[in-house]
């Protein structure tokens, strides 16, 4: 993933992210978008002292165009990306993976992958709801 750490002294790095199968070597300063007084715009660690999620963010930010092209995304296409390798989804809802929940076959899946010690990642969607509709048409 960071390719030529020696530079980083200089505030140069590069990343390699693999984009759409295709490998691309990212370029980057060690400059961050942050407020004036509470540290980065986008991501942080809970350890001020590690910076590497700014510096993966900044690469696709610069691969996208800029940082509010950033927008969601699901784990096993991040997985894709930093590390090349192919990846699978499955959606709760569809009909074949809800015959192979209800006869376990899915948990076997889990267990079989784990053993291989394949990443395994879960990702939830944002579902928008109106809000509960009230008997009482007053409130305030």
């Given at each position: ?6 530079l980083?002294?200089l ?20 400059y961050?978008p942050?407020?004036?007084?509470a ?14 999620v ?21 784990a ?10 192919p ?12 015959e192979?929940q ?14 291989k ?10 579902v928008?709801?109106e ?10």
């Open positions: 993933l960071f390719v030529n750490v020696d980083f002294n505030g140069l790095l590069r990343l390699r992210i693999c984009c759409g199968g295709v490998w691309e070597t990212v370029a980057l300063d060690d961050f942050c407020f004036p007084t540290g980065p715009v986008f991501s942080r660690s809970e350890n001020n002292l590690e910076i590497w700014l510096l993966v963010e900044k690469a696709f930010a610069k691969i996208c165009g800029s940082y509010e092209a950033l927008v969601g995304g699901y096993f296409e991040g997985m894709m990306d930093l590390t090349g390798c990846a699978e989804m499955f959606v709760l809802r569809d009909k074949r993976v809800r192979r209800g006869g376990g076959g899915a948990f076997d899946d889990l267990v079989d992958w784990l053993k010690s394949w990443l395994v990642c879960c990702s939830t969607i944002e928008k709801r809000p509960p509709k009230t008997s009482r048409s007053d409130h305030r």
